[in-house]
């Protein structure tokens, strides 16, 4: 059994990488594959990188996010896109600086949300539960628009100007 190490190289490469997708994110798998008990990736996410809403109903697990490096924004939504709550995690640069700046966060399955990075260079280490199902990974919001289509920049800037 080989160790794996994960170098700032490495990371670097991810974050330039997904700054020049066309989803602006980009992740970096470690668990070998979808039937693995236990999913675990790097997701390198760029400041203009728009996620729809959605949750892990469909599949239920929770999902655990820690920032590795950057700072996000967490938001959670009731059933109707009304906004429960925001919270800020990062890095630990960040947690210095920002006022009640958290690590990361725990996602139940059942909970409608999305993360947005508020700084360049912003990556995420994320766990959950396997085997991944990609047909029941996310269901997304009716009330967002969908990645690509006009009105989700609108809507993103919208949630951007609230962090």
Known sequence: MAIKLFSNSLLNDLSHES??????RLNFNIHTDHADSCQRLFNAIGMDSYIRPHRHSLDP???????VSGLFGLFIFDDYGQILSINKFGS??????EKNCAAGVEIPPNAWHTVIALSNSAILFEVK???????AAKEFAAWAPEEGEPNSLEYFALLKGLV
């Open 92 to 97: 630990d640069l960040y947690r210095k600086a």
């Open 19 to 24: 700054i020049l997708s066309s989803r602006k």
């Open 61 to 67: 697990k929770q999902e655990c996010l820690i920032a």
């Open 129 to 135: 539960a396997g085997p991944f199902n990609p047909l």
